[in-house]
């Protein structure tokens, strides 16, 4: 099958990144767009330029090395990611023909890149667009490890956009009265928070905890009695979700 290997690697590369940009919004693990362009040109200049015999297995051992690199907080993403690219060039290969190299999809030679480029671009710009649309809706729920002592407590977060409380550059998140024995309170740390009307205490404790797919936090924990939509436990720091 012919095919312009300048329009084929154009259309990969769009293919690697939308695929790998909806797959981190969709499991909560956004990645910067210079990570993913550097993956989508990489991956793409190495599939369309190795030729020798078994040189997939090389593809294969460079994806290898992708996914512990710059997705190595982001292994959910990634292998969702490759599933989407993997039926999206199937369903058009199996429409439009074309030919397959290392993985990748060759446009037959006769077909113009202009539409898929135009579609490519509506749905970049609508998944950027909506990359939030969980968090305005109920999915503003995330899970939280607690690292305690020797044991691993498993809660469910809310996320409030007004919680950017911190103290010493690190988050205090809130958590439901009820959970307080399970932490050690033996390291007591007071906060002064400063409003418009009044001066508050609020009495802390440090501790470690992770998101799913992220590097451990040191943060303060503050227990209370709340009511959380969805049944959450904990009441999440804007700032615990950056970086």
Known sequence: MESYIEISILNQICIVYLSMLFAC????????????????????????????????????????????????????????????????????????????????????????ILPFLC??????????????WHIKKKCYCYKIDFFLNDTVLCLKGYLDSGNLLTDKGMPI????????????L?????????????????????CVVALPGCRKKHIYVSFKVMELPEHCEVLLNMKLMKG
């Not at 998140?173 to 009820?178: G, P, R």
């Not at 033996?186 to 440090?206: A, K």
């Open 119 to 132: 579609f490519y671009l509506i749905l970049i710009c609508y998944v950027k667009s909506n990359a939030q």
């Open 186 to 206: 033996t390291n007591i740390h007071v906060v002064v928070i400063d409003t418009v009307v009044s001066r508050d205490e609020v009495i802390c404790y440090p």
């Open 25 to 112: 919004h969709l499991c909560f693990q956004p990645m910067r767009d210079a990570k993913l362009i550097l993956y989508s040109v990489a991956i793409t200049s190495l599939s369309s330029m190795l030729w020798f015999s078994s040189c997939y297995l090389l593809i294969i051992v460079f994806e290898i090395v992708f996914l512990f690199t710059l997705f190595s907080y982001h292994k959910m993403a990634y292998v969702i990611g490759l599933c989407f690219r993997i039926l999206y060039s199937f369903t058009g290969f199996l429409l439009i023909g074309g030919s397959f190299h290392n993985g990748m999809w060759f446009l037959p030679i006769d077909i113009h």
């Open 173 to 184: 998140v809130f958590v439901e009265q009820k959970y307080e024995s399970y932490f050690d």
